[in-house]
Every structure is written in structure tokens, then in C-alpha cells.
């Protein structure tokens, strides 16, 4: 689609929105190396702090954020011809949000502004009544056969063991090629990496891993030919728009970390669910790109018939603080005048519009305040951003453009299931300047005259106090004389004492999750 679109429109460029990082950086060097280019010609991409674009790019595949940058900077998106949204069942803020302002901009200002969505697995009806007037084109595409298998009954053993033996099955039964298996996250993979070691050894393959954090070089090395089959453990990254060439085989463990906000506490609560039907259609899938494959799941036949068709959609589950203050840079003040598929609660849009209020970016009366436009200009989620501003301020910008790297790139965000321990700011600093990704995040996050970086000494007050500015609903007093700490909002945590001490009356909590027992969080 999007390379036919290249051929349909003779001008202005064509965005294609993917949901992913990863997915945005193969599919441009997919559909350049189809047409005979390099990336960058007429193909390229645009992704957080990171592009290759050049005069002559026409098509560019970018992130679903970065539209909210762009229509921050022209409204109109003057010299785009066509905006895609690619694998638009995942369903994010930012896609939904977005495609409603661009319906929004369509049929105001900009009638000739094309707009696609596209989905594999999404039910069409509800989207085709909300694009009215539109058309819906269905395609067969070129997807091999992929045999199902199911366990005959559940498996109550711990997960690496039912990797283990589900891949000990496959290659008993036949040759299993390159294989991806879906795991939760980054702990899952290191787990069950440790447990298949010999398997793959004994196999001659390549144990690879692919997930969202690592180092760019890293995931296209999962792409990279090689004399063996590749054996790689990865997460949802790769169950839309990543074809990794070569694989037959895939093992599903079902599962995934989803997290859901909650408007009372101001925390995510990360929880461990099965994945939907449609989520399993997409997994299983990858066996079949580029020729027949098999697909085994590590769960029964009557387990998928109960799971829920789709997953429920980000809009009704996750903080809306940043997309909030995106509508008011837009002059868009009501949630319910916008063209959505699924309208936010009324406790989620009075959450967004009090976190706003208590960074500053908002008055009482929900008026954008000219610290609200900058706050608003950055990359990052509000509260991160009055970080930065509140760090630049009072002569630590380094340090909080540091820790906001540390926690935008999800390293404190409870470790993703990384089973990271309870640190302190200092610490959350340094680990972020020791690691070469957030070091180069950070480095954009400060204009180039201030982007020093002294050494971290005592305790520091003013990262403290900066940090206070844009979490001041996160102090948590402490309960009794143990290590539970309870919120100003309500919900509680339980923190390290070697980390917030045995007798300190209140914490700071930067990140953690609800309901996750001893949370590792930053304080």
C-alpha cells in the first residue's frame, strides 16, 4: 500500500505510522531495498531522536508520537499528501488521538489530505462508520499456511520448562527452521534464555533475543544472515510489522505485560495477562511470511476460545496527561468533540486535566500556560519534560535530562520485568549515563551549550527538588516503622530501606508499579 501510494500521488510526501520503533526502521529498509535504493532516498524514516531522511524522501515511516511533534509545528502538515496508519489494532493513544485529529483536519482545512488505516486482524465496521465517507478494501495478501498446535492440557510447570519442552517437541517432529518465540518481557527472556542454552547448542543454532530496549545494532542483528538457524527470543516487538527472514516456527507463550493506569494513585499497575485472539492471529502469523510454517502455543484449544477477541484499547486504560496537553497546544479543549472510536472515561480525562494543572502547564480553567507550549515541545511525557525544565533551571539540567532518559526509555518503569532493584536518584543518573542509548537520548534532551556532565557527589537538592516539580503527587509518607510508604493520592508501595533509610518520614517515588509486591521503583 504505502509503496503504491508512492506511485498514485505524484507529490507531497506519504507518512506511514507504525507502532514501533523497530517496526518504523525495517519497513522503510524493506521497501527501499524492493525499490533498488538505499534508505534515505526516496524511502526513509523518522523515529525518536533518530532519522534518515534526505531532500529527495517522499515516503517515510515514523513512530505514531512524532504526528503529535509535527502538528505541534504545522497544524496544517503543509507538503503531506497521504498520513497511513499502519497495524492500527494496537490501538494506541497516540494513533487514535491522531487519526481523529487528522479526520478533524480533513474536513476543515485540508480535503485533500489522504488518510489509510490498515490491520490485519482489526473488526472494520466501527472504523468504516467513523472515516464515513470511505472505502474498505480487503486483501488476501501472501501468507503461507501455518499449522496450529495447542497443548492437550495445561502445563503447570514454570515458563523456561514449558519453552524448553515445547521446543524439544518441534524438533521432534520435524525441522523447525529460524524460530521466534514470544515471551513477556526483558526477565522472561533472560530466564529462558539460561534454560535453552544447550538445546539451541545442541541444535547448531544461533540464541539470539529481540526486544524494544536494546541497541539498534543489536535488533538488526536479529535480520543478519547467518550458517545456522537462529533461535530468537523476543517480545511483542516482533508480532506486527516485523517479517524476520527465515522463520517457520513459532512458540507462543500467550502471554504479554499490559498495563493499565490508575487514576487514584497516578501509578501504572503492570499485570501479567493473556494475550487476545487476535494478538495470537498476529503471532502466529510470523511462521507463515515466507513460506508454511507451524505455530505452537503453550496453551490449550479451549484456553484461546476463551481469551477476548481484541485487546482493550489504550485510550480506555492508560494515562492521558500528554495527549491532553497536545489537544489544548491545539486549541481543542473537549474530549467529546473529537471523531474517536472509544471516548475516556470522566475519571481519566479529570486525572489528565490535574496532573496538568499541578506540573503548570494548565490554569484551573484548563487555559495552556506558556509553560505548557514548552513543556508540550519535547519529546517526552509531560512530567518528564517539567523534569528537564525544572533540572534546567536550577543548574542540574544534565542530571535531570539524565533521569528522565533513564525513565522514558522504561528502565524505570518497575524494569519492564527486568527484576531491577530500588534505587536512588544518584544511581538512577549514573545507570542511566553508563548505558550508550540513554546517554544519546539524554544528550537531545538539553540544548548543546548545557549538556555538561559533573560528576554526582552528596545528595543532590536541587535534582531533588526539580524532581518534586514534576511528581509532587508521587511523596509518599511512611507507614508505621516498616518500609510501606503511602501515597498522597492513596495506594501504597513498599520501598528499599538501604535506598530511602529506616527513618525517613516521606519518599519521592519517581516510578513503580501498582500491585507488584516490592516494586522496584526509583526514590
Request: glycine share 8%; aromatic share 4%; charged share 20%.
Amino acid at each position: 500500500m504505502p509503496r503504491w501510494l508512492l506511485e498514485l500521488l505524484p507529490q507531497g510526501q506519504i507518512w506511514v505510522l507504525q507502532p514501533r520503533r523497530i517496526a518504523a526502521k525495517w519497513a522503510a529498509a524493506h521497501v527501499a531495498r524492493c525499490r533498488g535504493e538505499e534508505v534515505g532516498d526516496q524511502v526513509g524514516y523518522r523515529v525518536r531522536f533518530e532519522r534518515a531522511t534526505g531532500p529527495t524522501t517522499r515516503l517515510v515511516f515514523m513512530t505514531e508520537g512524532l504526528l503529535s511533534r509535527a502538528l505541534l509545528a504545522d497544524p496544517q502538515l503543509a507538503g503531506v499528501a497521504a498520513v497511513v496508519f499502519d497495524e492500527f489494532h494496537v490501538r494506541s493513544v497516540d494513533a487514535d488521538v491522531g487519526l481523529a485529529l487528522l479526520l478533524l483536519l480533513q474536513r476543515r482545512a485540508r480535503p485533500d489530505l489522504r488518510l489509510v488505516a490498515m490491520s490485519a486482524t482489526l473488526d472494520p465496521a466501527p472504523l468504516v462508520a467513523l472515516l464515513q465517507p470511505c472505502r474498505l478494501l480487503q486483501v488476501a495478501g501472501r501468507q503461507h499456511p501455518v499449522e496450529i498446535l495447542h497443548l492437550p492440557h495445561p502445563d503447570p510447570r514454570p515458563l523456561p520448562a514449558q519453552v524448553v519442552a515445547g521446543l524439544r517437541q518441534l524438533a521432534a517432529s520435524g525441522e523447525m527452521g529460524d524460530t521466534l518465540v514470544f515471551l513477556p518481557g526483558v526477565g522472561e527472556i533472560e530466564r529462558v534464555g539460561l534454560a535453552c542454552a544447550s538445546f539451541a547448542a545442541a541444535q547448531g543454532a544461533l540464541l539470539m533475543v529481540l526486544h524494544g530496549g536494546q541497541e539498534p545494532a543489536a535488533q538488526d542483528a536479529v535480520l543478519a544472515p547467518c550458517a545456522g538457524p537462529k533461535l530468537i527470543l523476543c517480545t511483542n516487538v516482533a508480532e506486527t510489522s516485523v517479517t524476520v527472514p527465515g522463520v517457520r516456527t513459532v512458540v507462543d507463550s500467550g502471554l504479554h505485560r499490559q498495563a493499565t493506569f490508575e487514576p487514584y494513585s497516578g501509578l501504572n499497575r503492570l499485570q501479567l495477562r493473556p494475550i487476545s485472539q487476535a494478538a495470537a492471529q498476529q503471532r502466529a502469523g510470523r511462521a507463515g511470511r515466507t513460506g508454511p510454517g507451524r505455530c505452537l502455543r503453550l496453551y490449550t484449544r479451549l484456553d484461546q476460545q476463551r481469551r477476548a477477541a481484541h485487546d482493550e484499547p489504550e485510550i480506555l486504560r492508560l494515562d492521558l496527561s500528554a495527549a491532553t496537553l497536545l489537544l489544548r497546544c491545539l486549541d481543542v479543549r473537549r474530549w467529546e468533540g473529537l471523531p474517536l472510536l472509544n471516548l475516556p472515561s470522566d475519571a481519566s480525562q479529570r486525572q489528565a486535566a490535574a496532573t496538568l494543572e499541578a506540573l503548570g502547564a494548565c490554569g484551573a480553567d484548563g487555559v495552556l500556560t506558556a509553560l505548557g507550549r514548552r513543556l508540550a515541545a519535547q519529546p517526552l511525557h509531560p512530567r518528564l519534560a517539567r523534569l528537564v525544565a525544572a533540572g534546567e533551571a536550577a543548574g542540574v539540567g544534565s542530571e535531570a535530562a539524565a533521569l528522565a532518559a533513564w525513565l522514558s526509555e522504561g528502565a524505570g518503569d518497575g524494569g519492564r520485568s527486568r527484576g531491577a532493584p530500588c534505587l536512588c536518584l544518584e544511581d538512577a543518573v549514573r545507570a542511566s549515563r553508563e548505558t550508550p542509548l540513554l546517554r544519546r537520548v539524554a544528550a537531545r534532551l538539553l540544548p548543546r551549550t548545557k549538556r555538561r556532565q559533573p560528576a554526582l557527589g552528596a545528595p543532590h537538592v536541587a535534582l531533588a527538588q526539580a524532581a518534586l516539580a514534576a511528581f509532587v503527587d508521587r511523596v509518599a509518607q511512611r507507614q508505621g516503622e516498616g518500609d510501606t510508604f503511602r501515597f498522597c493520592r492513596g495506594g501504597q508501595v513498599t520501598l528499599d530501606a538501604a535506598v530511602v533509610g529506616r527513618d525517613a518520614p516521606y519518599a519521592l517515588v519517581l516510578a513503580a508499579h501498582a500491585g507488584a509486591g516490592r516494586a522496584p521503583p526509583v526514590a
